[in-house]
């Protein structure tokens, strides 16, 4: 049966059908026609060159230019002698372009390469929801290091580095034969230089030139990042930053080279391997990754303001430990799945939710960190620079696994934001910092203002693990209200804290699993801090919220703390999940982030 397009079976409400940029970029898509069958063909009648076919018979975008206006035109369709005209109407209007971030697949620096090394060049390969033609790099000059933990730009042997990076599109899926690369440029130069002494200290990253790249990079297709990090000097241990561990067990055609001499032309390189080298070394097949390697903290690609874009604050788990090892299987290596998509959250978000993210996690951190508003400054910053719609804060697995007492009130005593305090059984959270006064609050009638310290109810406590607990909450509600006052149109989604729990055979395979320190039923300090993040207490300000424990927890909807083992075995140590467990745990990030983009902003 032939299958024609039926007169205005396309349009929306009204007589316009679509809406495109006046800026789109020749052959942007301006209505998604069906497929052509065999022997059909069809023709554009009007139009005024701004809008045309493409080969497959789809309405796109034209060459000639057009703004603020409706353009009309006919579609004719024929097979053989049978013939159907649909008029066709696309709005041009002007649009507000913005930079937002695009992340997937780079991290921020995980530690320092081992070795006496001067250079570092990598290959990676990266996939973006959108179509894109210009860009940005954000390169990190900082490092998130100590207890407490804290972003502190680099330093010591650290302390003057020299970056350079290769755009490669299209990509060869092959490590030789590789085509020269477009330079991205830093204030005119191809290579960028960080200098400790007289470096500004409210800046913690280099932000490239923008770079058009001369064509449209249409959405998911492969970009490469040819990045080279080198100490300016001569070779030393531990100097080279790295963002994570590489694998060829699923092949991406990534690899990296070290060298003990420069490979930027400009600083006495025999030449830019970062443009011009023609092969790379690959990483090897370990499933666990053994190779260390740089990458930007992310890109800034330029698009519609309507463009989503994630940002996920988080932990361990959230950047990616742990994939790649025991029960990941076929499921992916330490860089994840085929497209490289290696944090909890992040294989549902590019795969299911479809939108581009950037993940600022960091091993061991938390909200007890965090609310502190030095200790994420830089990360906070590249968040800003990142213009999310919406933000992921995935801490509180490192808050409730040790104890921490809440103290009762102190009359004169300094309180931070995020700080708590204990009146009898009730716990309140400090919302504003200052001096508290001098009389004892009652313990049903705190005041507005104690001395110079606003206080609000958090919960009622019977024992010290609600303690602990509430202090968790505060901690995790000062910290959001440092992202809600970063960027206050954002939305917010909290993330319910995944099982813990150990296992005698070592394989979490099976129900013989006990629950860690501050793992348990829902009394334990998880189940307070989950059941308050479920219930979106008020203090949090939260918009949504994730629960992966809906597939990853065994008994769910029962707070058991233990891991499930109908799929398979889902972590590689009872803590951290293996790429099964990240892709097991696609379907409800996808769920929460698609309802939360849904909502108003």
């Not at 409400?13 to 026609?33: F, Q, S």
């Not at 490979?263 to 023609?278: K, T, Y």
């Not at 294989?347 to 950037?358: E, M, T």
């Not at 951190?365 to 933000?391: E, H, M, V, W």
Request: aromatic share 8%; with cysteine; hydrophobic share 40%.
């Amino acid at each position: 049966m032939t299958r024609f397009l039926p007169p205005f079976a396309v349009l929306a409400a009204g007589p316009t059908i679509g809406v495109l940029a006046a800026e789109a970029e020749a052959g942007a898509l301006a209505l998604d026609l069906a497929p052509l069958a065999p022997g059909e063909t069809r023709e554009l009648i009007g139009g005024n060159g701004a809008l045309a076919l493409d080969a497959a018979g789809r309405l796109v975008r034209g060459s000639a230019p057009c703004c603020g206006e409706t353009v009309q035109a006919l579609i004719r369709q024929r097979h053989g002698a049978a013939r159907v005209e649909t008029a066709v109407a696309v709005s041009f209007a002007p649009s507000r372009r913005l930079w937002r971030g695009h992340g997937q697949g780079m991290r921020l620096v995980e530690g320092f390469v081992d070795g006496a090394l001067r250079s570092g060049t990598s290959r990676s390969c990266h996939f973006s929801n959108h179509a894109f033609r210009r860009l940005r790099v954000v390169l990190p000059v900082f490092s998130s290091e100590g207890r407490p933990i804290v972003d502190r730009l680099f330093d010591g042997p650290r302390s003057d580095l020299a970056f350079q990076v290769g755009i490669e599109f299209p990509f060869r899926d092959a490590f030789d034969g590789i085509a020269p690369r477009i330079p991205v440029t830093f204030e005119g130069r191809n290579f960028a230089l960080y200098k400790r002494e007289g470096w500004d200290e409210a800046v913690g990253h280099i932000l490239s030139d923008p770079i058009d790249l001369g064509l449209l990079v249409p959405p998911r297709a492969k970009l490469g990042l040819w990045t080279t990090v080198e100490r300016l000097g001569e070779a030393a241990e531990k100097t080279l930053p790295y963002s994570w561990t590489g694998s060829s067990f699923v092949q991406r055609h990534g690899g990296v080279e070290y060298a003990a001499t420069s490979r930027i032309a400009a600083l006495g390189g025999e030449s830019d391997a970062a443009l011009a080298n023609s092969s790379i070394k690959g990483f090897g097949e370990r499933q666990t990754g053994a190779i260390p390697f740089f990458t930007p903290a992310m890109l800034l690609i330029e698009g519609e303001d309507s463009r989503e874009c994630v940002v996920i604050h988080g932990d361990s788990i959230a950047k990616g430990v742990g994939s790649g090892g025991p029960g990941s299987d076929a499921f992916g290596d330490t860089q994840g799945d085929a497209e490289g998509n290696f944090g909890l959250l992040d294989a549902g978000l590019y795969h299911d939710a479809r939108v581009d993210f950037v993940n600022l996690g960091r091993g061991s951190d938390g909200n007890k960190y965090l609310f502190d508003p030095i200790a994420s400054r830089y990360r906070r910053a590249l968040r800003q620079l990142a213009a999310p719609t919406l933000t992921v804060n995935m801490n509180g697995h490192n808050d409730i696994s040790q104890p921490m007492p809440v103290e009762g009130w102190a009359g004169g005593r300094t309180y931070r934001a995020g700080d708590a305090m204990r009146l009898g059984g009730r716990v309140y959270a400090c919302v504003a910092g200052g001096v508290s006064g001098r009389d004892r609050p009652a313990e049903t009638e705190i005041p507005p203002l104690d001395g110079d310290v606003r206080w609000q109810f958090v919960g009622d406590g019977r024992k010290g693990d609600d303690y602990s607990a509430l202090l968790c909450l505060s901690r995790m509600a000062a910290f959001n209200a440092l992202l809600k006052a970063d960027l206050p149109a954002g939305r917010l989604l909290g993330f319910c804290i995944t099982p813990d729990s150990d296992s005698a055979a070592k394989d979490w395979s099976g129900p013989a699993q006990t629950p860690r320190n501050g793992w348990g039923g829902a009394d334990s300090r998880r189940g307070i801090v989950n059941g308050h993040i479920r219930r979106r207490h008020p203090l949090l300000g939260l918009d949504g919220v994730i629960d992966v424990n809906t597939v990853l927890e065994a008994g769910y909807p029962q707070e058991t703390s233990c891991w499930s083992f109908a799929a398979g075995r889902v972590t590689v140590d009872g803590t951290h999940l293996n790429a099964r467990g990240n892709d097991l745990a696609r379907g409800p990030v996808a769920t929460a982030v698609r309802a939360a983009l849904g909502a108003p902003r």
